[in-house]
């Protein structure tokens, strides 16, 4: 366990930077240290560490699953991720299209809402 948890801290500070992990291993209480264990081990240790996919497809899927779900507010930090994945903006912005015809259109408009809100913050333009 200690080496899926090893793998998952690499990756997920490969994934969402330095600066995402620190700020949120900073702010782990001892009431959410067992979901932060979760998470590291299982999404970022186990699934994130596969080579099966790439991790420009990896992002397009997490991206398209959270839109389609309706978990709105991961998709900011997940477009962030974009920008050490390999997903383009044209990447992201083909998932959400299979998102408004598998999904349904307003989660589809909300998640493209999101994306280009933290693309104009990621170049300054917000």
Known sequence: MADR???GMTVRREV???AHVDRAEA???DFDAPFQELITNAAWGTV???DAISRRERSMLTLALLAAMGNFEEIP???RATARTGASKQDVLEAF?????????PKANHAIKIARDTYA??????
């Open 16 to 18: 969402l930077g330095d």
């Open 121 to 126: 913050e990621m170049e300054g333009k917000a």
């Open 5 to 7: 948890h090893a793998t």
């Open 77 to 79: 930090m997940h477009i």
């Open 27 to 29: 702010q782990k209480t």
């Open 48 to 50: 994130w560490a596969s």
């Open 97 to 105: 299209q299979h998102v408004a015809i598998y999904c349904g259109v």
